[in-house]
């Protein structure tokens, strides 16, 4: 994790209240919560709030959670696959070794967040705003990053094979060490991304230009 990303502010584990939870209704507020093995399906509710929680070998599945509010809370081992969690904020929140294949996040506000170990296949993240938050070692083929706003987003060691990152400004964004062949991007975008020199074969094909061995 980049040294700028706080980390979520949580007590001990010791500290936290098991809480059995297969059902959720909007506006429900959770708060110093360890939240273990548990299966939630078929829900749909809008700004349920999660503080200070850990998750852990949980799966959601089938459910929408728009508008959720996450902040010092911590994901490990969780499938959270093809869950709406559209214009979502999430805070000093990380996400470790998790499934979030299809995952929609579009619109949601990231804010020292850190995705580490993960398989974000095909997740959305269009319109996202990121402000401090870095990927790494994940699994983000096909992921759609479209028109979302960068600030002090971090990738290491990550496949974005076939992303969209079209409309996202790429100033100082580092993509050296991620694996691709090719990413969807807008060409004025382009200026003051990092690559590797291995990389930069697959951005002359973008410029038309024919790299001759």
Do not use: W
């Not at 499938?79 to 579009?106: M, P, Q, Y």
């Not at 506000?109 to 990927?135: D, M, P």
């Not at 974005?160 to 991007?185: I, N, R, W, Y």
């Amino acid at each position: 994790m980049s040294n700028k990303i706080e980390p979520p502010r949580i007590p001990d584990p010791g500290q936290l209240m098991p809480q059995d939870v297969h059902t959720l209704a909007s506006k429900d507020e959770f708060s110093r919560c360890l939240i273990e093995g548990a299966l939630i399906e078929y829900q749909e509710a809008t700004r349920v709030a999660f503080d200070k929680t850990i998750f852990k070998n949980v799966t959601i599945t089938e459910s929408s959670l728009q508008r959720i509010e996450l902040t010092d809370v911590v994901f490990d081992h969780c499938d959270l696959s093809n869950v709406d969690f559209s214009d979502a904020f999430i805070h000093r929140t990380e996400f470790r070794d998790c499934r979030l294949t299809g995952t929609d996040f579009t619109r949601a506000r990231f804010q020292n967040v850190s995705i580490t170990g993960c398989i974000g296949e095909f997740a959305v993240f269009r319109f996202a705003n990121f402000k401090g938050a870095s990927f790494e070692r994940s699994s983000l083929a096909s992921a759609d990053y479209y028109q979302s706003t960068l600030k002090d987003l971090y990738f290491s060691e990550c496949n974005l094979e076939q992303a969209t990152l079209a409309g996202c400004k790429l100033k100082g964004v580092d993509l050296s060490d991620c694996e691709f062949t090719g990413l969807l991007v807008d060409l004025q975008d382009l200026e003051g991304c990092i690559i590797s020199a291995e990389q930069a074969a697959s951005f002359a094909g973008l410029l038309g230009l024919v790299i001759k061995n």
